[in-house]
């Protein structure tokens, strides 16, 4: 999945909004056939209270992967905790954080599984 957004990254560079990161992103994953889902709502449930919509998920690609996108100076502890709780209320067993505003796209890129 990575190797779909490093040419994204060469192409744009930094800076940008991360909607233009994801329209490029997915215009990788149709190319090349991939299914994904885009704004994913996440739902939460507190005893017999549901919300239906708690969360959004930036994707999910082929059912598998959760992707969240940033563009920001430097990822924080919660966007660590966030990507944890995401998997959790997704069910989804792994997760991709991508960070755009960096030089070198590997750089911005944090793996997550899900532990539960």
């Not at 490029?24 to 507190?46: I, N």
């Not at 969240?68 to 944890?84: C, D």
Request: one cysteine or more; a neutral charge; charged letters at 20%.
């Amino acid at each position: 999945m990575i190797g779909h957004a490093i040419p994204v990254h060469r192409a744009l560079g930094p800076g940008l909004f991360e909607s233009a990161y994801s329209q490029c992103l997915e215009h990788e994953f149709d190319t090349h056939g991939m299914r994904f889902r885009r704004q994913v709502p996440l739902s939460l449930t507190y005893g017999v209270l549901r919300l239906d919509c708690a969360y959004r998920a930036d994707l999910i690609v082929e059912d598998e992967l959760l992707v969240e996108l940033r563009s920001i100076e430097r990822l924080a502890p919660i966007h660590h905790t966030q990507m944890f709780t995401y998997l959790r209320l997704s069910g989804v067993r792994q997760a991709l954080l991508i960070n755009f505003n960096v030089r070198k796209l590997t750089d911005g890129v944090k793996s997550f599984l899900n532990q539960s």
